[in-house]
C-alpha cells in the first residue's frame, strides 16, 4: 500500500517562504519520480515541479522556476517542496504525487498516487 502524506501548508505574506513535506510510505521515493502540482480554486490541477527517478535531478514550471525547489531526504524516504518569494498567485492546495511508470514527467494523470493535498496561502 502506497501512502503519501504531506505537511507544512498554511498561511505567508507576499515575499515570504514555506517548505512542504511529502512523507511516502510503501514505496522508495528515491527509485521514482516525484512530482509537485498545485490547484486554486476554479482552476485545473497544474504542474509544479518533479524529480527524475534515482538521480533526482529536477524540471520546474515557468511560474516558479527560480523560487521554488525540489528536494529528497532519501534516509527519511522524503520528498521537500521549498518555496520562496511567495506570491499571492501561488496560492493553492499543493498536491505530492508519484508516478511509477516513468523516468520523469509533467503530465498529471501519468502520476499514480497521490498525497491529500495541503493548503497554502499567500496574502498580499
Known amino acids: 500500500q502506497v501512502q503519501l502524506v504531506e505537511s507544512g501548508g498554511g498561511l505567508v505574506q507576499a515575499g515570504g517562504s514555506l517548505r512542504l513535506s511529502c512523507a511516502a510510505s510503501g514505496l522508495t521515493i528515491s527509485s521514482n519520480a516525484m512530482g509537485w502540482f498545485r490547484q486554486a480554486p476554479g482552476k485545473e490541477r497544474e504542474f509544479v515541479g518533479s524529480t527524475r527517478r534515482n538521480s533526482g535531478s529536477t524540471n520546474y514550471a515557468d511560474s516558479v522556476k527560480g523560487r521554488f525547489t525540489i528536494s529528497r531526504d532519501n534516509a527519511k524516504n522524503t520528498v521537500y517542496l521549498q518555496m520562496n518569494s511567495l506570491k499571492p498567485e501561488d496560492t493553492a492546495i499543493y498536491y505530492c504525487?508519484?508516478?511509477?511508470?516513468?523516468?520523469?514527467?509533467?503530465?498529471?494523470?501519468?502520476?499514480?498516487?497521490w498525497g491529500q493535498g495541503t493548503q497554502v496561502t499567500v496574502s498580499s
Open positions: 504525487a508519484v508516478a511509477t511508470g516513468w523516468e520523469m514527467t509533467t503530465v498529471l494523470h501519468h502520476y499514480d498516487y
